[in-house]
């Protein structure tokens, strides 16, 4: 006998599948429902400009939300991107100006050394936290909230407390640049995006992360090195936020001692709104990667309505909220 | 004469489980009255609907001669029933006057709690019980045993008539339990009456008068101790004929497969030494605490140890991260599937495939065709009963979780299988079919060392028995020189 011959049929699917359904999609689903009601009541909301508007917008929420979807998975957090942002869009911002005050010895130097030394020191401050974390078993919240304040401390040290302006046309190709007509943050999220999904889906490593915050001590005693694995995905964190802040950075022309400031709670409702849960070892980057989109579209839609960003901020908190209400009526109601 | 308690005909099941068929029990004023019976024998669901946590199914309860229905421990104080848990349930930041008087505080000027009157209060019982602890004292200061002596005290402070004691020396020293046992004479001098759970038999005879026995949920028999001798008790509480539940295929060869020596781990273990032959199931017999659970932790990397030798088939290995003991054969079913087996929000396929995902993909990328293959294998070969193998492991029955649990080990092919438990929590059709392939593995000329608390279980599966007390081994018995009476009486 099979087990499923108890499940009730009705028209496609089983009950089962159908449940695992709308686990998978109900959040897309929901996004194209936000969509939809926008488009509906604005003719403006679905043409292109505005969906690429929507879509840059995105972009460095998306791309610091994925990161932190590797740290959730495992049950950390990372509170510190939004200062991470700031730091690697100074540090690579004075390597990358024509400025003569604001740049270092010998600036401009070529946007490559830039970009990878941006992304340096993001991989830097991924690789304190994530010691901190891992090795010295400071929790995630308590290490990150020291770096979020670090990190905005080491931007105001470095530059000053002043921005860097004039960052060159090379630099700033990664913020105002496009291939094929795509602008080249919606290109970067893509991408990031894409690599992510793989690691995690298909990657050995992608599944130590989910065993690890399934059950860490299940995944020591099956031989999986937890100590590591929690080290790994800060400096992912880490790495990615300083590629996002030279996004930000590019894109504005010059790179600001308090940008990214509140970041962190964007790319964490983000990862939230997707389904990833807080206590680790459930959720999806595709989740994530729609969460920072409804986000984007709401931010956009609203706007489009002529609602005060005030509201926005309010109806941002309830949403949060709600789609978490509706994540733990949908896992207990079963 | 009234009993300070009686209790007749009790029943309780759950969702369909009958965890308490027929309860019965008198207790008499003055008196200290052992309850005796095995893991799942019905204590804690009777102690439980006695003070009102659990409703009973039927049966009487009749305190003083009155029929009584507790609707929750409070109300079973109020009647003067206070118990002493097992577990421990301390507020960790708050002083011992504090923790004693929880919920009940004297109260001062302006509506304020009278921390002086609390102090003096709990400071008075403490002495009078000869404890030593001041009253003022963090809880979170104090050790476990004297943890375990405030809570004694916080229930003798509700000046109850009735007093159940939870494994109350399960953690404490010999010199606190002396003392425990000064207050329970005085108690039952008083006039009080005082119901003592315990698997220490030695204790039971040094105070209690009488004894009741439960076994797999029912009343089995009571009297006075001075009427019954040791090896007669440990009948009563083990009970049944072991005979056809345990099916041994395996013949143990005269190759040794494992060998340790003098494993030691300070606090833990001491000074551990047996071997295993190939084809041999060899069983580790020892109450909670033993330290039986971290001589497989030592073997495995998990815990550090200071000294010892490990030989696997005659060559000396070295084990410090689990990842080594998995490279050299090790297998370790760990004691707790849901804490330290399963991930449970994985699917059964993910669970089967996790001690084995270096092996299956040698490279960064899965293999995911492999996976599904090991997980379809195990799943036929054990005969899990499960859907689709993506379905959540979670969604399984006990015996079915474990059956994955072994099935996650079995795909490494292991030389040595550590079991710990293996049978925890499963039901009786599982346990045959676990049984079974821990044989076949061991019929095959693999070496099997397996922990149970349960009596029948080592003494039906074990070749040989090794029995621990506190962290020490009292010796290696044969399967044919061993039963219940003596690994009781080893053991304790």
Redesign the interface.
Known sequence: M???DNKTTNGWFTSDSRRVIIQEYGIFFAFLLLSLILSVSNEYFLTSGNISNILLQTSINGVLAIGMTFVILTRGIDLSVGSVVALAGIVSGSLATTSATAGVFGAPYPAYLALVVGVLVGFACGTIVGIIVSRFAVPAFVATLGMLSAARGMTLIYGGGKPVPGLTPDFRWIGTGNILGVPMPVVILAVVFIVSWWVLN???????I??V???P?????????VTRIRFIVYTISGSLSGLAGMMLSARTGSALPQAGVAYELDAIAAVVIGGTSLSG??GRVTGTLIGALIIGVMNNGLDLLGIQSYYQQVLKGALIVGAVMLDQKRNHGQ | MDYLLEVEGLTKSFSGVSALKDGRFQLKAGSVHALCGGNGAGKSTFLKILMGIHKRDAGSIRRNGTEVDFSGPANALASGIAIIEQELSPVPHMTVAENIYLGREPSGRFGGIDFKTMNLNAQKLLDQLEFDIRANQYMMNLSVAQMQLVEIAKALSHDAEVIFMDEPTSAIGEKEAQQLFKTIVRLKAAGKGVVYVSHRLSEIFQIADAYTVFRDGSYVGSGNLDAIDRPSLIRMIVGRDLGEEYIKTNVPTEDIGFEVSGLTASGKIEDISFDAKRGEIFGIYGLMGSGRTEIFNCL?G?DKLDAGTVRLHGQHITVT???E??KHGIA?V?EDRK????????SVR?NI???S??EM?PN???R?REEQAASTRMIAHFGI????DTMPVSSLSGGNQQKVVLG?WFLRDPKVLLLDEPTRGVDVGAKREIYRIICDFAAAGGTVIMISSEIDEVLGMSDRILVMRDGRSTGVYRREEANAETLVHLST
């Open positions: 099979s087990l499923s298909r990657t050995r490593f992608g599944r130590y989910y065993a915050g399934g059950n001590h299940a995944a020591k005693t099956s031989g999986i090195n070892g459930v | 495995f998990l991260k689990p990842s003991a998995m370790f760990t804490v330290t087996g399963l991930n449970l929000d994985d993910g495939a996790m001690a995902l270096p993909s960064f990328l899965m995911r009963k499960a859907a689709r996650k």
